[in-house]
């Protein structure tokens, strides 16, 4: 059992220090001749310790029905010299065994109290200080290490991120500032997670960065154990792959020894810092004992396997460093090992009585985010929009426009108003996007308020994160609805769930903005014509928006900024690509379509839960969105006009979360309701919408929905999705069914 090997391992440890059976050094060079003092080795062998230690109070915990699911650290323990050569205000985001480096870097902060954190942290108990007792996670606020829960990589663009908005931040100085003006990021990740696509991708665009001689200061730490789970990891495959990568610098050590660590880290450290460069420190390590829960090494190792690498305990690796330049006597190291293990037995039996999340409330206490004090600001002067704008904008402003040439109006006037606002995309600078949404914009404001990113999503997501961190306010841009989901892990995974998992102590305050949804002509097919949302409606504490005119967008997109700066929420900010030029609604040249730009001194809103209604009529009430609203009207017409049939179209304008009551409320006295959905069937905000009905106000709600397929290019484009005379009909069909009823 792996029960057993960790007992085994604990034996070895004080049998072969008590014996003087020592495994030999893994580099010669003598303390005296390092950076690191005597006093700093015994507490970088204490840190290392207690993270064995505490490996084996989690296992004897869940054993006895005290404790859950955890990933040790055992192995990794050399990995407290790595963060003894780092400043504890360089932020980390660390692998899941990291453990040792989290109370190394405890011990480098006054006042830090690492054995009791993390025993409240396997126990679940809610005064864990970072997540609340909702998960185990490695993090601390006062320690700069934001909590960590994805197992394959999905930190890793976050961490180009915030390293890429250390220069920004020197630039623009915004009001939240996190990282020092010569910090470092530091991320930490394991030789299997390396072959991710998602760590590929990081590690792409942390050289494409530095090659275009960005300013980038990221240290990568590749923990090479040698396996993932229970697949070999090919000799030589870490050192390969990441040592051809151009303008990456790459640093090798054995963490088995901590000096070796610890000094070439330093180099590394040094590197980075004073360069401004990206750099890996590939780190040799070993991993005791299974993945993690029931995994078993014996189950695909052999015994002998398993007491090789058993032989090359790093614990023993410093307990001989030690005794050998008689910092420490072996007694001493004994005495050391058996007062750790006495102490976290003893505070684990008061941790494990601290009180537990018990209900629902508790639970999703944290999915909101706190709200933060943000220093007042107005929207430019005159003399400053005139001359951001020039005078042809100016004049435009005047006359009524339609929906894209609003949101550009609106973007420049929120980055004229909130400095800290920093737009990442795909093309969205010299070419001012595939639409032509951000012209001008990086003319306006600069290349680095205005960045032109590389094609990769997760790249472009994970520079809002990690942006974010450090006080920016992000806004991303997502060409195309269907390219999101190259990338929806950077959302699900680790924007949407930083507030929870760190109890509101993190955040990822931004707005993604994505084009996107059906209806556009001439263009793509499925990939530039995508109609689900579901990826992104299912995302806790996510808002999506979704405006269906300019008036709408340039209103909502400035609530956006305000919910992400003020709230430090999440916004999606889906615009309708169909309806991005469109000027008429109802014949040629009635320029219907188009409307005129609210000032930015205006005090109206469009807040999270504001529906619009266009019309008073009782015979029906459609609830839709987006292209379903353009279309919805354009049916509310004919079907007053020709069918005596008259109605009220209700523009949800916020997709997540659905604005419930205000929508019941909007149907109140309506004897018939049809949902348009331009979206697929399944998956759509139409079921949602039917339950809401159903259970809320025992109204029967017909649907008009999108077929649960792909969208064709060509004449076909909207084929699988409602038009007009769909709605008509269906309007028709709903009204004339309850008559029957009846």
């Known amino acids: 059992m792996e029960g057993d090997r960790v007992e085994v391992v604990h034996r070895n440890f004080l049998n072969r220090v008590r014996s003087g059976d020592l495994p030999d050094p893994v580099r010669e060079t003598e303390l005296s001749s390092s950076l690191l003092e005597a006093h700093e080795l015994v507490t970088l062998f204490d840190a290392q310790l207690l993270s064995r230690h505490l490996d084996r109070i989690s296992r004897k915990l869940q054993a006895r029905g005290e404790g859950f699911y955890t990933i040790g650290s055992s192995g990794h323990e050399g990995h407290a010299a790595i963060a003894w050569a780092l400043r504890p205000n360089d932020m980390a985001f660390l692998h899941y065994r990291d453990a040792a480096f989290q109370i190394a870097r405890a011990y480098q902060v006054p006042g830090s109290t690492p054995l009791w954190d993390m025993l409240l942290s396997f126990s679940t108990s809610k005064e864990d200080p970072i997540s609340g007792g909702r998960h185990k996670v490695l993090g601390s606020r006062r320690l700069a290490i934001p909590p960590q829960t994805s197992t394959v990589a999905s930190h890793l663009p976050k961490a180009v991120g915030a390293a890429f908005s250390i220069a920004l931040a020197n630039r623009i100085q915004p009001e939240h500032r996190v990282l020092a003006e010569d910090g470092l990021v530091v991320c930490t990740f394991g030789d299997a997670s390396l072959n991710h696509s998602t760590a590929q991708g990081a590690l792409n665009t942390a050289s494409w960065t530095a090659y275009r001689n960005s300013p980038l200061p990221v240290l990568f730490v590749c923990e090479d154990n040698g396996i993932g789970i229970s697949t070999r990891t090919p000799v030589h495959w870490v050192e390969s792959s990441l040592k051809s990568r151009p303008a990456l610098k790459y640093f090798r050590c054995n963490s088995l020894d901590v000096l070796d660590a610890f000094e070439t880290t330093g180099d590394a450290a040094r590197f980075v810092r004073r360069r401004r460069k990206p750099a890996i420190l590939h780190s040799r390590c070993i991993r005791l004992f299974g993945h993690a829960g029931s995994d078993i090494q014996t189950a695909y190792m052999s015994g002998q396997e398993v007491e090789a690498i058993e032989a090359q305990d790093p614990l023993l690796h410093t307990a001989a460093r030690l005794i050998r330049e008689g910092i420490l006597s072996k007694e001493e190291v004994l005495t050391r090992y058996r007062d750790c293990d006495a102490r976290v037995e003893r505070v684990s039996g008061q941790a494990i009585k601290r009180p537990r999340l018990r209900t629902a409330e508790e639970v999703s206490a944290s999915l909101i985010p706190p709200g933060r004090m943000c220093a007042a600001t107005r929207p430019g002067s005159n003399s400053r929009r005139e001359a951001c704008f020039g005078a042809g904008d ?186 991005y030029t469109v000027r008429d609604l109802h014949e040629k040249g009635d320029g219907a379509w188009m409307f005129d730009y609210p000032d930015p001194n205006t005090q109206q809103r469009i807040k999270p839960g504001d529906i619009a209604c266009h019309g008073d009529g009782k015979d029906l009430a459609v609830i839709t969105y987006g292209n379903g609203t353009y279309l919805s009207l354009q049916a509310q017409k004919i079907l007053a006009g020709q069918h005596n049939i008259n109605g009220r179209v209700i523009d949800m304008r916020w997709l997540s979360p659905i604005p419930k009551h205000a929508i019941l409320d909007a149907v109140d006295g309506v004897d018939n309701v049809l949902i348009v959905d331009e979206c697929r069937e399944q998956g759509s905000h139409s079921e949602a919408l039917v339950t809401l009905f159903s259970e809320r106000a025992g109204i029967h709600a017909d649907r008009l929905v999108a077929e649960d397929c792909y969208i064709a290019t060509g004449p076909s484009c909207g084929a699988t999705m409602p038009d007009r005379d769909q709605i008509i009909k269906a309007g028709i069909d709903t009204v004339r069914r309850r008559k029957t009823v009846k």
């Open 394 to 579: 100016m004049r435009a402003m005047e006359q009524p426009r339609p929906l894209a040439r609003l949101v550009n109006f609106a973007l420049t006037d929120l980055m004229l108003e909130h400095e800290e606002i920093v737009l990442v995309g795909q093309d969205i600078g010299r070419k001012g996007g595939v639409y032509g949404v951000t012209q001008r914009l990086q003319q306006r404001f600069g290349m680095h308020r205005v960045i032109d990113s590389l094609l990769d999503e997760q790249a472009i997501l994970g520079m809002g994160i990690g942006a974010a961190h450090n006080g920016l306010l992000p806004m991303p841009e997502i060409q195309f609805l269907a390219y999101v989901h190259n990338a929806i892990d950077q959302l699900r995974g680790e924007a949407a769930s930083l507030p929870f998992f760190s109890n509101g102590q993190f955040t990822n305050p931004m707005v993604v903005r994505i084009a996107g949804l059906g209806y556009q002509r001439g263009f793509g097919g499925h990939f530039h014509n995508e109609n689900t949302v579901a990826a992104l409606r299912d995302i806790p504490g996510l808002i999506l928006a979704c405006p269906s005119n300019g008036r709408d967008a340039a209103l909502m997109l400035r609530e956006s900024v305000r919910l992400a700066r003020e709230e430090q929420r999440l916004v999606v900010f889906l615009e309708p690509i169909a309806l």
